[in-house]
């Protein structure tokens, strides 16, 4: 899973405690994934499509390669 800025703002809005409560019940258990070799602009697009400001970036294996959030693209000029 991820767990994102907008993970915090919704268990912050919530009655949950989160101060005692785990990140694994607040995180966004099935998070989109790209690839490393896709695109910016199917990140981007990705991104839109569902109203979401950050991807998990997967191998061919879905090991971790990394986490590509949209300010990553802001800072390429992408967007």
């Known amino acids: 899973g991820i767990f994102t800025d907008g993970d915090l703002r919704r268990a912050l809005d919530s009655s949950i ?19 490393p070799d896709s695109l910016a602009a199917s990140a981007l ?6 109203s979401i400001n950050a991807l998990v970036v997967v191998d061919d294996n879905n090991k971790l390669a990394g986490i590509l959030n949209m300010h990553d693209l802001l800072r390429a000029k992408v967007v």
């Open 17 to 35: 405690d989160v101060k005692a409560c785990h990140v694994k019940d607040v995180m966004t258990k099935n998070g989109k994934t790209i690839k």
């Open 45 to 50: 697009a990705l991104m839109e499509s569902h």
